[in-house]
């Protein structure tokens, strides 16, 4: 099925450079033709997920699933540079008969951004001139839409859906939702205990990406320590 730029059977194209990346812009295989025998597992974000600025294996997706079952599960890792959650949703939907996504883990961008569909798609951020009238209330009300169309995909496809965020948390009221953190605010890590030595180094330089920008192999480490040993079982 395909009405303009949503289909259900066909993951939209991207254009990446300087990365490896499969034949459609995404850090992950190829799927076609799908491999069998594991539970695939779509995973969704913006370019903190894709990884800009990081290698191979430095990414929390990386760090993700080498803590998981890896004879049970399949990562796709579906991050896009820029992506906002409206184009989120639309690449979850494009999936259902690519993929058949059994679980499904998104980390929510800024909810500033927006998707608009012209000829060709365009990712907006809130210092575009066309958002000039949107507003906190507007950003999250959107942003809830999304959960609300992602949240029913997975009950439709009998999937577990899994939620975090890039930027700043949301108290989403779902069934699967790390708030605690972000992968911003993850790191550096600090314990309140004394005998935690190395918990309680003062830290004064930011751990970035090699682009000097983004978070760094720190934050990517500990978010996916954090979010895995908060969910631990329910992963599989």
């Known amino acids: 099925m395909k009405y303009g730029h949503f289909s259900d059977n ?20 190829e799927w076609t033709p799908l491999p069998e025998g594991k539970k695939n597992v779509v995973i969704l974000g913006c370019s903190h997920t894709f990884g800009e600025g990081l290698d191979e294996g430095e990414i929390w997706v990386d760090h993700l699933f080498n803590q998981v079952n890896q004879q049970l599960l399949r990562f796709w890792n579906l991050g896009v540079p820029g992506a906002s959650a409206d184009l989120i949703t639309r690449i979850l939907y494009s999936t259902e008969k690519v993929l058949y996504p059994k679980i499904i883990i998104i980390c929510w961008p800024a909810f500033s951004r927006r998707e608009r569909l012209e000829n060709e798609t365009k990712n907006l951020t809130n210092v575009s001139p066309s958002l000039v009238l949107e507003n906190e209330q507007t950003d999250h009300n959107n942003f809830l839409k999304n959960v609300f169309f992602t949240e029913k995909f997975a009950e439709i496809n009998q999937a577990k859906i899994f939620h975090c965020f890039a930027e700043e948390p949301f108290n989403l009221k779902s069934t699967y939702v ?31 990406a090699k682009d000097g920008i983004h978070y760094g192999v720190n934050h990517h480490k500990v978010f996916a320590k954090e979010f895995y040993n908060f969910f631990k079982s329910k992963l599989k």
């Open 10 to 29: 066909e993951i939209p194209k991207f254009k990446t450079t300087g990365y490896q990346t499969n034949s459609y812009g995404y850090r992950c295989p």
């Open 178 to 208: 790390y708030k605690e953190k972000s992968l911003k605010s993850c790191w550096p890590e600090w314990s309140n205990i004394r005998r935690n030595k190395e918990q309680r180094i003062f830290i004064s330089q930011p751990s970035l």
